[in-house]
């Protein structure tokens, strides 16, 4: 069993920065990819960014050139910087990681709130 255990998500003012952690109970390489998804009230739960074990990335078009993903694989962190924060970035950020199995294909965080005013 994995744990993705997320933080950082906060109430932040439109034009502000977070970072969000997300820290695995083993070694991110062991994973095919791992990336941030966001789910806010009444939509379904969307992609934001993900980054394979090879280091391709690939981000969603409403955060291009405002968010960026990394990963520090001592700490097996995995982290969301975001920048230039808008209201419309509200929602439960979750970790996600794609094992590539297919007993089981992904594990997930429990989620962190970001709420940005306007």
């Known amino acids: 069993q994995v744990q993705l255990v997320e933080s950082g998500g906060d109430l932040v003012q439109a034009g502000g920065s977070l970072r969000l952690s997300c820290a695995a109970s083993?070694?991110?390489?062991?994973?095919?990819?791992m990336g941030w998804f966001r789910q806010a009230p009444g939509k379904q739960r969307e992609l934001v960014t993900s980054?394979?074990?090879?280091?391709?990335?690939y981000y969603a078009d409403s955060v291009k050139g405002r968010f960026t993903i990394s990963r520090d694989t001592a700490k097996n962190t995995l982290y969301l910087q975001m920048n230039s924060l808008k209201p419309e970035d509200t929602a439960v950020y979750y970790c996600n990681a794609n094992t590539g199995s297919i007993v089981v294909p992904n594990y997930w965080g429990q989620g962190t709130q970001v709420t940005v005013s306007s």
């Open positions: 980054i394979t074990r090879g280091g391709s990335t």
């Open positions: 083993r070694s991110i390489f062991s994973f095919v990819s």
